[in-house]
C-alpha cells in the first residue's frame, strides 16, 4: 500500500505532551494517528478514548472472576424476584 506524508500543526506544549502519552502507551505518533484514522473511517465517528486509567487490584480481581466465570451472584428472572431474594 502505498504510504503518503501528512503534516500537522499544533501547538509545540500539546506535542510534547502527546509523544510522551504515546511513548507510555506504547505508541509512536504516527502509529496513534493512523490508529485514530483508520477506526474513524471504520465507525464513521470519532471513536474511541485511550487512556492509561490502569484498573486496582480489586477490579482486577473481579474482571478475572467475570472472565472464568467465579463468585458471580445468581440470576433473576424479573425484578420482582430479585427483590424477593432481597427482602429474604
Same mark, same amino acid.
Given at each position: 500500500?502505498?504510504?503518503? /506524508?501528512? /503534516?500537522?500543526?499544533?501547538?509545540?506544549?500539546?506535542?510534547?505532551?502527546?509523544?510522551? =502519552?504515546?511513548?507510555? =502507551?506504547?505508541?509512536?505518533?504516527?502509529?496513534?494517528?493512523?490508529?485514530?484514522?483508520?477506526?474513524?473511517?471504520?465507525?464513521? #465517528?470519532?471513536?474511541?478514548?485511550? +487512556?492509561?486509567?490502569?484498573? /486496582?487490584?480489586?477490579?482486577?480481581?473481579?474482571? #478475572?472472576?467475570?472472565?472464568?466465570?467465579? /463468585?458471580? +451472584?445468581?440470576?433473576? &428472572? +424479573?425484578?420482582?424476584?430479585?427483590?424477593?431474594?432481597?427482602? &429474604?
Amino acid at each position: 500500500m502505498a504510504q503518503t /506524508n501528512v /503534516n500537522i500543526r499544533m501547538d509545540d506544549t500539546l506535542k510534547q505532551q502527546f509523544d510522551h =502519552l504515546c511513548n507510555e =502507551l506504547g505508541l509512536t505518533m504516527t502509529a496513534a494517528f493512523t490508529i485514530f484514522a483508520k477506526t474513524m473511517v471504520r465507525q464513521q #465517528r470519532i471513536p474511541f478514548e485511550i +487512556s492509561l486509567d490502569t484498573p /486496582n487490584a480489586e477490579t482486577l480481581a473481579a474482571i #478475572r472472576d467475570v472472565n472464568q466465570g467465579k /463468585n458471580l +451472584s445468581k440470576t433473576f &428472572s +424479573s425484578v420482582a424476584e430479585l427483590m424477593e431474594d432481597l427482602n &429474604s
